[in-house]
Every structure is written in structure tokens, then in C-alpha cells.
């Protein structure tokens, strides 16, 4: 049985990966755990992935699963809402959380960072959820969190080393880091081993806003991913009664 390995973001939801991860079947899920700071995630994980997993990583551990790829010989590599550098937006973003944390603690920061990393699938409808996510964050060092993205400098350079076929998610709604982030991403992988999709209806938070749809384009790019040494494959839509069931066609006209 294959090994996918989820590398979670900071702020991922107590759940973890399981929603996602219970849509693929037939693989064995393997979570590393969250780490404050970026810049020691790809020490902390480097010896805890199995030679050939595939990767499936979240916001700012998209940067350790890019340099993890290559060394530990991913077959293929999922980043959800990536980005590898904190230009003026986001940046004036994450100070705004920063301000909140430090003046009004835990209550303010959910409320600035709320509206900015879900979509309307939970914002309309999800406050159950919401209240969990929030919850969960009492026990983390937000500050730190918060303290290592704003000292992350430009590592776009580690997209240019990768070899391994690479699908980029992003939510439609996603105003943390929206589209232009996974665009970057894409434009740098070499070898047209790259591609965008989106989630309708989700955030910076899809594989737990959306898990059904995140899950099944999860689960047809790892099935298809060889067939990126023919270029990547275009998306077809399953005949499925499950919305947003999706494959790979590798004869699907370029």
C-alpha cells in the first residue's frame, strides 16, 4: 500500500488531515505533526517520510514539502493555498493579526483572522466548525506562528528543484492567499509538471471547508500522476450523484 503523508499548517483544525484522508482509500495516511515556525518544519520532518510517499501539504508547510520532495523521492506532491513569500498584502494581513493577538488576545484574533481564511461554505453555515477551529488555537504560540511568517524570505527558488508532478489547490474564495499565490507556484515548477485547481465555495481552509471535492481531486491526481511524464492531464468531470467528483484523463485532448 502507497504512503501519502499530510504536512499540516499551523493553524490546520484539531481534526487534522482525517477529513481529507478519508476520502483515499487505499493509501496509508501518515501525519507529521505541526510545527510554530516554518523555518523548522523541513528539519523536524525530514525523517519521519518514507522514501516514495506521496506529499500532501498546507499553507506554509507547502515551503518544507518543496524542498522535502526531492529528497526523500516523492511520487507525486499536493500543496493546499501555498505560498513562499510574504509580499506587501500578506503582509499587511498577518500584521493585522498580529495587532489583534497582541491587543485584544485570542477573541480578537479569531475575529480579524476569520473573515480572511474561510469561504462562505462555513461562514454561512459552518459555526459549529468555526468554533472548533477557534477553540483548538487557545493552545497554540500564535505569536510565534505569526512571528516566523513575517521573517520568511522570497523561497520561490526551491519550486525550480522540483521534478515531481504537482497539483496546486486553492480555494475560489480564499482571501488570505488567493489565486495569484498558486499561480506563482505553478509558473515556477518546470517542466509543465505543475497545475491550478479550484474549490468552489472554500477559503484558505478547503480540505476542511470542502473535504468531498478536495478529497477527489486529492485521489485522481496521486491515481493519475505518472501521466504527467506525457504533460499534465486535463480535469474531466465523473458522472457521480457526489458534486465535484473529478479525474484524470490522460487521452483528454491538450
Same mark, same amino acid.
Given at each position: 500500500m502507497?504512503?501519502?503523508?499530510?504536512? #499540516?499548517?499551523?493553524?490546520?483544525p484539531?481534526?487534522? =488531515?482525517?477529513?481529507?484522508?478519508?476520502?483515499?482509500e487505499g493509501?496509508?495516511p501518515?501525519?507529521?505533526?505541526?510545527?510554530?515556525e516554518?523555518g523548522?518544519?523541513?528539519e523536524?520532518w525530514?525523517?519521519?517520510?518514507? /522514501?516514495g510517499a506521496?506529499?500532501?501539504? =498546507?499553507?506554509?508547510?507547502s515551503?518544507?514539502a518543496?524542498r !522535502?520532495a526531492p529528497?526523500?523521492?516523492?511520487?507525486?506532491l499536493?500543496?493546499?493555498? #501555498?505560498?513562499?513569500?510574504v509580499?506587501?498584502?500578506l503582509?499587511?494581513?498577518?500584521?493585522?493579526m498580529?495587532?489583534?493577538?497582541?491587543?485584544?488576545?485570542?477573541e480578537?484574533?479569531?475575529?480579524? %483572522?476569520?473573515p480572511?481564511? =474561510?469561504g /462562505?461554505l462555513l461562514?454561512?453555515?459552518?459555526?459549529?466548525?468555526?468554533?472548533?477551529?477557534?477553540d483548538?488555537l487557545?493552545?497554540?504560540?500564535?505569536g510565534?506562528? !505569526?512571528g516566523?511568517?513575517?521573517?520568511? &524570505?522570497?523561497?520561490?527558488?526551491?519550486?525550480r528543484?522540483?521534478?515531481? #508532478? $504537482?497539483?496546486?489547490v486553492?480555494?475560489?474564495?480564499?482571501?488570505f $492567499?488567493?489565486m &495569484?499565490y498558486?499561480?506563482?507556484? $505553478?509558473?515556477? @515548477?518546470?517542466e509543465?509538471?505543475g497545475?491550478? @485547481? $479550484?474549490?468552489?465555495? %472554500?477559503?484558505h481552509? /478547503?480540505p476542511?471547508?470542502?473535504?468531498?471535492?478536495?478529497?477527489?481531486? @486529492?485521489?485522481?491526481?496521486i491515481?493519475?500522476?505518472d %501521466?504527467?511524464?506525457a504533460?499534465? #492531464?486535463?480535469?474531466?468531470?465523473e458522472? /457521480?450523484a457526489?458534486?465535484?467528483?473529478l479525474r484524470f484523463?490522460?487521452?483528454?485532448?491538450?
Open positions: 502507497e504512503t501519502v503523508v499530510f504536512l #499540516p499548517g499551523y493553524l490546520s484539531p481534526s487534522g =488531515f482525517s477529513p481529507l484522508a478519508q476520502g483515499l493509501l496509508e501518515l501525519e507529521a505533526p505541526r510545527q510554530a516554518p523548522r518544519q523541513f523536524a525530514r525523517d519521519q517520510i518514507p /522514501s506521496h506529499l500532501v501539504a =498546507f499553507s506554509e508547510a515551503l518544507a518543496v !522535502l529528497a526523500v523521492g516523492a511520487k507525486s499536493v500543496l493546499f493555498s #501555498p505560498f513562499f513569500r509580499d506587501g498584502a503582509r499587511a494581513r498577518l500584521e493585522a498580529q495587532a489583534a493577538l497582541r491587543l485584544g488576545g485570542h480578537a484574533f479569531v475575529a480579524v %483572522a476569520k480572511w481564511l =474561510f /462562505s461562514l454561512d453555515r459552518g459555526q459549529a466548525q468555526l468554533s472548533i477551529w477557534a483548538g487557545r493552545s497554540l504560540a500564535l510565534d506562528w !505569526l516566523g511568517l513575517l521573517a520568511l &524570505r522570497d523561497e520561490r527558488k526551491w519550486i528543484a522540483l521534478s515531481v #508532478p $504537482t497539483l496546486v486553492v480555494g475560489a474564495e480564499d482571501a $492567499t488567493p &495569484r498558486g499561480h506563482e507556484v $505553478t509558473e515556477w @515548477v518546470p509543465q509538471r497545475m491550478l @485547481v $479550484t474549490v468552489d465555495g %472554500a477559503g481552509f /478547503s476542511w471547508e470542502n473535504p468531498g471535492e478536495a478529497s477527489a481531486m @486529492v485521489r485522481g491526481f491515481s493519475r500522476a %501521466a504527467f511524464e504533460g499534465p #492531464p486535463e480535469w474531466q468531470e458522472e /457521480s457526489a458534486k465535484g467528483i484523463d490522460p487521452e483528454a485532448p491538450r
